[in-house]
């Protein structure tokens, strides 16, 4: 069975921000399904399996990947708080 997967965020560096869809390709050819490309923020966003993120961090132009985390908070009427 593969990895399970993960959400990421992966940052583009300035260079490649003209070639941002290129950069997605790549990402999707090193196993990340593709959600958004964000192009003014230079940020691409999907998952991927969790072990796939030293593949995605060696795509060029990609200048980081960053899992995204899940935050649930309580209801308000839940005696924790």
Do not use: K, W, Y
């Amino acid at each position: 069975m593969g990895s399970p997967l993960s959400r990421f965020s992966v940052t583009v560096d300035d260079g490649h921000l003209a070639e941002l869809d290129s950069v997605a390709s790549a990402l999707r050819d090193s196993g990340m399904e593709v959600e958004r490309v964000l192009g003014a923020l230079g940020v691409i966003t999907g998952q991927a399996p969790a072990d796939a993120r030293p593949s995605l961090l060696a795509v060029p132009g990609v200048t980081s990947v960053d899992e995204q985390l899940r935050v649930s908070l309580p209801p308000p009427d839940s005696p924790v708080q």
